[in-house]
C-alpha cells in the first residue's frame, strides 16, 4: 500500500495501533511502503495527540544494507 497523498487521521491511528500492539517502525514501513522517517513521524504525531509530547523520544534508524562484496 503506498501513499502520495498527506496520511488521514484513521491511517495515522492504524499506524499507531498497529506499532502499540508491537510493530516495529521498521516493519511498519516495509509492511506499508512507507519510508520510514514517514512511520515513525505518524506515530510520534499520534502519540503527541493522545497523551503529549514526551521529551527525548528518539527513534533509531535502521542501518542500510548493503550488499556483499561492497559494491
Avoid at 506515530?43 to 503527541?48: A, C, E, F, P, S
Wanted: positive net charge; aromatic residues 4%.
Amino acid at each position: 500500500m503506498k501513499y502520495s497523498q498527506p496520511l488521514n487521521d484513521e491511517q495515522l491511528e492504524r499506524l499507531a495501533e498497529a506499532h502499540r500492539t508491537g510493530m516495529s517502525a521498521t516493519e511498519l514501513a516495509a509492511r506499508t511502503g512507507l519510508p520510514w522517517r514517514t512511520v515513525a513521524a505518524a506515530i510520534r504525531m499520534v502519540r503527541d495527540r493522545t497523551r503529549g509530547p514526551v521529551p527525548r523520544l528518539e527513534f533509531v534508524e535502521p542501518a542500510v544494507r548493503r550488499r556483499p562484496g561492497g559494491a
